[in-house]
Nanobody, 114 residues
Framework: VQLVESGGGLVQPGGSVRLSCVLS????????MAWYRQAPGNQRELVAL???????TYADSVKSRFTISRADALNTVFLQMTSLTPEDTAVYYC?????????WGQGTQVTVSS
């Protein structure tokens, strides 16, 4: 199973960016999909989760600003991020989980700076 993230980069405060993560090598729709992030010196933290039944969960720090969604036909999970602040700067990782199985992507850097 391989997860490949894309969409990161440099964005100005108050801006928006959409991350994508494509899963290959398995049946996408059986997985709960999540986005985590890790800033320098910090532990990796859960940002948003979407289950295989489309239930969503968000970290308090991103509620009302970030939206996670999935397109099973495209084997892809998205993270739409708006109203970005420098505190959102981190490497964002995609995660796929099903029972005891869990997989990570390589991460994509998001830097919020003027």
């Amino acid at each position: 199973v391989q997860l490949v993230e894309s969409g990161g980069g440099l964005v100005q405060p108050g801006g928006s960016v959409r991350l994508s993560c494509v899963l290959s090598g398995s049946v996408f729709k059986m997985y709960d999909m999540a986005w985590y992030r890790q800033a320098p010196g910090n532990q990796r933290e859960l940002v948003a989760l979407i289950t295989f039944t489309d239930r969503t969960t968000y970290a308090d720090s991103v509620k009302s600003r970030f939206t996670i969604s999935r397109a099973d036909a495209l084997n892809t999970v998205f993270l739409q991020m708006t109203s970005l602040t420098p505190e959102d700067t981190a490497v964002y990782y995609c995660n796929a989980a099903s029972g005891s199985l869990g997989y990570w992507g390589q991460g994509t850097q998001v830097t919020v700076s003027s």
